[in-house]
Structure formats: C-alpha cells, structure tokens
C-alpha cells in the first residue's frame, strides 16, 4: 500500500507560468517531507524540504507548502522555466513512522514546461 | 567534488547469470542505501547499512545480497537475476538515519536477457 502518493503522472505548464505539483500521504507519523527532482539518466537530485513543525519553507522559485490535517503538501515553482522540465519525486521519513527514519518515495510526476 | 558513484552506468546480465552493481561515495556517510525503482514506479527501498549493521526491508527478496565491506563502498549482488529484476538500481548517502536529504548516485541501469 502506497503510503506516499502523487497522483498526476504528468504535467504541462508554459514557460513563466506556476507550476504546481501535489503529493499526498497516508502515514501520520511521517515528519519530514523532501521533494526530489530527476533528469532522464541522473540520479534524484534534492530540492527542498519541509519539517513537519512547518506549513511553508522557500527557496528562491520554490516553495513547499505542507497540509498536515489534509496530508498533503505541495511544490510551486513560480516561474517555470523549461529548465525544470524533469520528474519530481516527493518523499517521507519519520523516525516512528515505520520506516527507520527512511525516505518513502512517490511514483514522481514528470514535468514539462514548454518555451 | 564530495559525491556517490555507481558503476556501471548500464549492465547487461543473463537470466539467473550472478551480477554485482558497485557504489562508492567519498562524503563519508555513516549510511548507505539500495533502492530499486522500475518503470512508472517509486523508488522501492531494498535495504540500507547503518555503518556496518546491516537492515533488509521486510519484502526485499532473498536473491538479493548486499555487501559493504568499508565505509566507502557498497555492493549489490543479484544471485539469479530474473526478467523482473531488469530496473534502475539507485544508490544513496545520508549522513544518519533519519538525517532527510539523500545524496543519490547516477543510478546503474540493469538489462536481464
């Protein structure tokens, strides 16, 4: 059972416009959220995070945005740029939440933001 | 540049053919991890070392082995590869467990003919 969830496998945004990316997760012992992104041949390359004692955490044109009633949080980026066209995983950890303190990854939604 | 390294990029093996897929990182991470992610799918974690404490997940399946025999390094050994076996191996680092951010390797790509 998937305990982190993105459900849009895909996205298309025009260049200069947000780009909103969703996650969902079923754990609530889950504390700290990463997002991931990956370009074709690479390995995940880290992005951002956010703490669970947090509802908002910036940096530069990205944003996380964490729902912990909801369990849900989210990535802006604002503005796209064609340079972030890639795949972006949201992960989970959290030391009681079943998995040791390691990451539960999402299926990834690929991104593509044309010029 | 403090990195993980995975070798090969590509490795092609035949079925049930014993294969090794190698990783070694020079940022000195006390831990050291295995995920496996096919097509369309999440990263599935295989199993991690806490320096030297070896940790299986539950539904990793035996025909998969892992060694690290220093901190540097760490091997995962396929014994009978099967065709669904054929995914992108990831390699990781965290400074602890539990520390958040994972510095992932390039991945090796695994063919089973």
């Known amino acids: 059972d998937q305990q982190v969830k993105q459900n849009s496998p895909s996205l298309s945004v025009q260049e200069g416009r947000i780009s909103i990316l969703n996650c969902d997760y079923t754990?609530?012992?889950?504390?700290?959220f990463l997002w991931y992104k990956k370009y074709p041949a690479e390995g995940p390359t880290f992005l951002i995070s956010?703490?669970?004692?947090?509802d908002k955490n910036e940096d530069g044109r990205f944003t996380v945005f964490l729902n912990k009633s909801a369990k849900h949080l989210s990535l802006h980026i604002v503005p796209s740029q064609p340079g972030d066209s890639a795949v972006y995983f949201c992960?989970?950890?959290?030391?009681?939440?079943?998995?040791?303190?390691?990451?539960?990854f999402g299926k990834g939604t690929k991104l593509s933001v044309k010029p | 540049d403090a990195m993980v390294i995975q070798n090969p990029r590509y490795q092609v093996t035949q079925f049930g053919k014993p294969v090794t897929l190698s990783c070694s990182q020079t940022?000195?991470?006390?831990?050291m991890y295995w995920y496996q992610q096919k097509s369309s799918q999440a990263p599935k974690l295989l199993f991690h070392?806490?320096?030297?404490?070896?940790?299986n997940e539950a539904d990793t399946p035996d025909n998969f082995q892992s060694r690290r025999p220093n901190t540097s390094f760490c091997f995962l050994d396929i014994r009978s590869p099967g065709l669904g076996d054929a995914a992108m191996y990831l390699c990781?680092?965290?400074?602890?467990?539990?520390?958040?951010?994972?510095?992932f390797g390039s991945g090796t790509r695994l063919t089973v003919v």
């Open positions: 990781a680092t965290s400074r602890d467990r539990g520390a958040g951010g994972y510095t």
């Open positions: 754990n609530s012992m889950f504390d700290y």
């Open positions: 956010i703490s669970s004692i947090k």
């Open positions: 992960a989970a950890s959290g030391i009681d939440g079943g998995s040791q303190g390691n990451l539960i």
């Open positions: 940022l000195n991470h006390n831990v």
């Open positions: 070392y806490y320096d030297k404490d070896f940790n």
